[in-house]
């Protein structure tokens, strides 16, 4: 029996039983989970510089990357506990061989509800037919601006027209659009107002994030000049009659809209961490390594548990003892990992 480390008693995760068969999975700070985000690939299309460096990074060979199987067990332990919402991202995740036979997996998974994905559009419109058969819930496209060389200088790849394609795919088949964007002085702050513009005739939501130091190394990165507080105050100068919306349970953007426009603009304070008192979401990397925080360094590894025989409910135990020991927030989780600095790629936790 695992005991926690504090207290030596056994981990002392909450459920709550709303009405059965539904359960809600509790952390140490009586935070529900529900949410995973699973990057299933670290290699990626696109080299945008917020993420990693023009050369890439040191890939995942394929005999550390969970396999296919393994996610799917993962899920299914998860799903018990608890989680019933999944995105799958990356890296680029369509980069990855057999993914969408994957997501068809996936799709048959009893108890889960929601699968989403996060893409960078590259290569994902031919897809889209199947992803609507599938059921996808939604999907988040990564887009910092509408102008064809200003994408090339942020991703170094002349990519715009083909996620472009995308977001027209995804539109015509209905499928949810959220548009990401990351915002960067002196690289795309000329695109905030032509992007909240598409929210206008457009059913898209766009979120501008601030720039987090997850670039694999590519620069040293100070505070974020563009903070929420920032981007806020640029749109209500263009907007001054923009609209505080409701933020959804566990939203991590505080969200707006302008007058008369179809979607919706929010702003995901990434750097600034002010979501963490209802973050709902864990993460597992493409070694399978569990994150129960964005910015912690990785708090169990999965993969080696399952490669060692571990059966699922030995999993789970393993798993309940991480939830019952969960940062309270993004600073403390900083601070654990003793100067470890938070340099690591984006493309190795998911975003
Ligand atoms: N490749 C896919 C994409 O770009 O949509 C999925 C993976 S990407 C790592 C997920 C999200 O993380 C993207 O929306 C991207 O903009 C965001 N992201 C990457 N690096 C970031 C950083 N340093 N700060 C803030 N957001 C970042
Ligand atoms: Fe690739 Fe997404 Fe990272 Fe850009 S943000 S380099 S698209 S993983």
Redesign the pocket.
Request: charged share 10%.
């Given at each position: 029996m695992i005991t926690c480390k504090r207290c030596s008693k056994p981990p002392c995760v909450g459920y709550i039983y709303l009405f059965k068969p539904v359960i809600v999975l509790l952390d140490n700070h009586g935070r529900a989970i529900h949410y995973l985000r699973l990057?299933v690939t670290d290699r990626?299309n696109?080299r945008?510089h917020?993420?990693m460096p023009e050369h890439g990074l040191e890939w995942t060979s394929r005999a550390e990357l969970l396999s296919y199987e393994e996610m799917l067990r993962m899920c299914k332990v998860l799903v018990r506990l608890g989680i019933n919402k999944v995105r799958i991202?990356?890296?680029?995740?369509f980069v990855r061989k057999d993914l969408m036979k994957f997501i068809r997996a996936l799709s048959k998974l009893d108890g889960l509800e929601q699968i989403n994905l996060?893409?960078?559009g590259v290569i994902t419109a031919p897809l889209v037919p199947e992803l609507k058969k599938l059921g996808i819930h939604s999907v988040?496209?990564?887009l910092?601006t509408l102008d064809r060389e200003r994408f090339f200088q942020i991703t170094r790849r002349d990519e715009l027209p083909r996620v472009l394609e995308t977001l027209d795919a995804l539109l015509s088949h209905d499928i949810p659009v959220k548009i990401?964007?990351?915002v960067m002085e002196g690289q795309n702050t000329d695109d905030l107002l032509p992007l909240v513009e598409m929210t206008k005739n457009l059913p898209v939501d766009v979120r501008f994030?601030?720039?987090?130091?997850?670039?694999g190394g590519d620069h040293e990165t100070a505070i974020p000049l563009w903070n929420h507080v920032k981007i806020l105050h640029t749109l209500c100068q263009q907007w001054p009659d923009l609209e505080k919306t409701p933020d959804p349970p566990y939203s991590t953007s505080m969200n707006y809209r302008v007058p008369g426009h179809r979607g919706k603009v929010g702003i995901i304070a990434?750097w600034s961490r002010t979501f963490c008192g209802t973050c709902n979401r864990i993460r597992v990397t493409p070694q399978g390594v569990l994150k129960t925080c964005l910015y912690d360094h990785g708090v169990l590894q999965l993969r080696d548990l399952m490669r060692n025989g571990l059966s699922d409910a030995e999993l789970s135990e393993h798993l309940l003892f991480a939830f019952s020991h969960r940062h309270k927030d993004g600073w403390e989780a900083e601070e654990a990992r003793r100067g470890v600095p938070v340099e690591e790629?984006?493309?190795t936790?998911?975003?």
């Open positions: 990057a990626c696109l945008c917020y993420c991202t990356g890296g680029e995740p996060t893409t960078n988040n496209l990564s910092d990401n964007a990351v994030i601030e720039e987090m130091p997850f670039n990434a790629s984006m493309a936790i998911g975003g």
